[in-house]
């Protein structure tokens, strides 16, 4: 990757002159973008030259002075890009409706699209500044220097370009720098088509205040979010660019290089110091394959999210064997947030994301169905209580092996008949994937004991009911 980037940089004054791609990126980007912060800038015209179309341009270049007066407003242009990255409160609103565009992005992708952004509003001298101070403090980010050479091949004259035909046809055709291209477009897309403000991604239908955070990650936009969980329910706090399984997604056996679709858990975090450097920053374990994967015959194992070996910064949108793989600065933030066993991990073909009052209206819903198991267990009606259960059902818990079929029964209802029994901290995950299944997380208290214990049931809807076909005790 390192002599491809060097190679950019030799080639790009030619192909300045030809379909320069990333260049083409960086002005698209800032008509996705720009939002008030790009009409704001743009209403200080500091790239009429280019905007205005070719009359425009003669006709400023045939008034007395137009040189001098176009200079004079590019130096303004330049100046009040520069006032607006350090805060000054002349341009405050522009500056504010910026940051607000790329607030929910990591620190180093956050001034890559602010380089895409100035260049895009005709502003070659800030971006350049930009994208040079971005690879200085991220070297291994290959993504950015390849933006920087672009941008140093801007200030070469066409004059003194050179062709080379053969050699920019052979770096396009490169496979990594088609890598490159689509972790770009893929950056820019997950930025520009934001969630819309007070939604959350249709799995979480619930949420206890227990798990603090939760993650869900969206294959198509090869993107991680990170949502906050409060008393005013879930929130987005942050967002980074991640790769998948270099075949895709939708595991389903060992070794196919895919990475898995469905709702787990983090099971574990694991310390750099015990891994190799291939994985980076550190790793999270999830319980892949969970009892719904394992019910349909899936297999293999080891699915973590993780880091980047120390020389690269990211990897392409598919390059892992099916691990959920992020840049070192974006996993030490998410290390620090995640709870072991209770920070639920969606990862889907495609996140929709539904405003919370019906992510509160579906959890009802399913509300009556689990209540409804409580109150037949409290009831002591073993035959009422079968109803809820499939044929095939297992339990398994920390400390024994999984019990099969309807054994359980009896001891459910002798363990809850006649008592009162308090739940608390329920989530309720839900997921469609061919089949509507219902991830259950909550502890229980009955009446006189100070301490209870938590289950998470696996339910499976079938036409208007929804049946229990797994179950763990958690603790």
Not at 98 to 110: G, M, Y
Not at 236 to 256: M, N, R
Not at 364 to 374: D, G, M
Request: glycine residues 6%; proline residues 6%; positive net charge.
């Amino acid at each position: 990757m390192a002599d491809i980037v060097r190679r950019s940089r030799l080639r790009k004054p030619a192909l300045r002159r030809g379909a320069n791609m990333l260049a083409a990126l960086m002005a698209a980007s800032a008509l996705l973008l720009a939002t008030h912060g790009a009409a704001a800038a743009a209403s200080t015209k500091p790239a009429s030259a280019k905007t205005s179309g070719a009359k425009a341009n003669k006709a400023s270049a045939s008034r007395p002075g137009a040189r001098e007066a176009k200079a004079r407003a590019t130096r303004k242009a330049d100046a009040r890009t520069a006032a607006a990255a350090k805060g000054a409160p002349r341009n405050r609103t522009a500056a504010a409706s910026s940051s607000a565009a790329l607030q929910q992005a990591s620190s180093a992708e956050a001034r890559l699209i602010a380089v895409y952004e100035l260049f895009g509003r005709g502003q070659p001298r800030p971006a350049l500044a930009k994208a040079r101070d971005l690879v200085r403090d991220y070297p291994n980010f290959q993504l950015a220097q390849l933006v920087y050479a672009d941008l140093l091949a801007t200030q070469v004259p066409p004059a003194h370009a050179f062709s080379d035909a053969t050699g920019i046809g052979r770096l396009r055709s490169d496979p990594a720098m088609a890598d490159l291209r689509e972790e770009s477009r893929r950056r820019l897309q997950a930025l520009r088509d934001r969630p819309p403000a007070g939604t959350v991604p249709s799995q979480f239908l619930a949420l206890s205040t227990r798990s603090r955070y939760a993650i869900a990650v969206d294959a198509s936009r090869s993107r991680l979010y990170l949502l906050e969980n409060s008393d005013k329910g879930l929130q987005l706090v942050a967002d980074y660019y991640v790769s998948v399984g270099k075949s895709g997604i939708g595991k389903a056996t060992e070794g196919d290089a895919r990475t898995p679709l469905g709702v787990y858990y983090v099971t574990s975090s694991l310390d750099p110091k015990s891994l190799r450097d291939f994985y980076g920053a550190g790793a999270l374990p999830i319980n892949y394959p969970n009892p719904y994967d394992v019910r349909r015959g899936k297999t293999g194992s080891g699915i973590w999210l993780h880091g980047t070996p120390p020389q690269q910064f990211s990897r392409a949108p598919l390059a892992s064997d099916g691990c959920v793989v992020m840049a070192n600065p974006d996993l030490k933030q998410l290390l620090r947030k995640v709870q072991i066993g209770a920070t639920p991990v969606v990862t889907a073909p495609s996140l929709q994301w539904i405003p919370r009052p019906q992510a509160e209206k579906e959890a009802q819903t399913f509300t009556s169905a689990i209540s409804a198991w409580k109150d037949a267990r409290a009831n002591g009606n073993e035959a009422q209580l079968k109803k809820f259960y499939l044929p095939d059902f297992q339990r398994s818990s920390s400390n024994k092996k999984n019990t099969d079929g309807f054994s359980v029964l009896h001891d459910e209802v002798e363990y809850a008949q006649g008592k009162r029994v308090q739940f608390k901290d329920m989530s309720f995950l839900h997921w469609r994937d061919g089949d509507d299944t219902m991830v259950a997380t909550f502890g229980e208290v009955f009446e006189g004991e100070k301490s209870g214990r938590t289950r998470r049931q696996y339910w499976l809807r079938q036409g208007s009911e929804w049946k229990l076909f797994h179950e763990e005790i958690l603790g």
